[in-house]
């Protein structure tokens, strides 16, 4: 059987590194079949009642980005703390639309996305995580990072602290 990862690619605490990191992730770990374009472009629905809307301001709070209740669309809509994250949704989001129109090859959008984004930034890129700390919101890859360093470890059943963590590589 054939995994297809799908991601959340736009949320309000990716950053601008964060997003071109994941294509080197993706192709890194050669997952580019694997994934379908338009993942690539996937933004964050933020429904009525959810947790997200409730979060603790230590954990990023994201309630100063979010809009009023979208009744019609079931969501509230969102605005990226760095704008240009919602300008590059909206550039990739129309890219992905174009290619599946024409029937590129995904390997060809994948590269394609990656290439194109990559130079139009280079010469804005921040300093990583600037945005962020003044948004006061936690690294989309921070999260990712400490989820893949969990799975390498177990934790016994009984253990009421970190002391009896074990590898289990």
Same mark, same amino acid.
């Given at each position: 059987?054939?995994?297809? !990862?799908?991601?959340? /690619?736009?949320?309000?605490?990716?950053?601008?590194?964060?997003? #071109?990191?994941?294509?080197?992730?993706?192709?890194?770990?050669?997952?580019?079949?694997?994934?379908? !374009?338009?993942?690539? /472009?996937?933004?964050?629905?933020?429904?009525?009642?959810?947790? #997200?809307l409730n979060q603790p301001a230590q954990y990023g709070s994201i309630e100063k980005f979010v809009g009023p209740l979208d009744q019609g669309g079931f969501q509230y809509p969102w605005t990226h703390p760095d704008p240009r994250m919602d300008e590059l949704h909206q550039d990739i989001s129309s890219a992905v639309e174009d290619a599946a129109k024409a029937e590129e090859d995904p390997i060809e959008t994948f590269y394609r996305l990656r290439d194109w984004k990559r130079k139009a930034f280079a010469s804005s890129r921040r300093r990583r995580g600037s945005k962020r700390a003044e948004a006061g919101l936690l690294s989309a890859m921070e999260g990712w990072l400490i989820v893949a360093s969990a799975a390498k470890f177990r934790i016994s059943p009984d253990s009421e602290s970190l002391s009896s963590v074990e590898s289990i590589e």
């Open positions: 059987m054939t995994l297809r !990862p799908s991601l959340v /690619a736009f949320t309000p605490w990716t950053m601008l590194d964060d997003y #071109l990191t994941m294509f080197d992730i993706v192709e890194t770990n050669d997952l580019i079949d694997a994934i379908d !374009p338009v993942q690539y /472009a996937i933004r964050l629905l933020i429904p009525p009642g959810s947790a #997200l």
